[in-house]
């Protein structure tokens, strides 16, 4: 967890990573993008979790995109596309391990050692 602050970040620039990480994995296509206002609760419950959390030495439950997503979709009683949850996860410093048909696995960025 960062506890990053997402309502500092200005619309453009959320707008502008959305747009960046999309043409790095197209395979997430335009599903993933969101506007601002609809991004920042997701970002902010990545921000909150662990997706790599792993507590009884096995994959952690949000490890997958697909199960993350669902957890959100809970959490935030909200829906959440499986681009969403994919995009928002890069955009909060997690690395992609594979990018598949709008779900992927991630393992440990830059931050997870802070």
Known sequence: MRNFNWDNVPDDEIQRQQAEI??????VTLHG?????GMRPLLAW???VDLLKDDDRKLGAYNWSYTAKH??????KTYVSSGQLVVAAIMCGYVPNYVRQTNCDFKKGWWYEQ
């Not at 999309?22 to 395979?27: G, N």
């Open 71 to 76: 957890i959100a979709e809970r959490d935030l």
């Open 46 to 48: 990545v921000d909150s």
């Open 33 to 37: 993008s969101t506007t601002p206002v």
């Open 22 to 27: 999309i043409a790095q994995y197209p395979s």
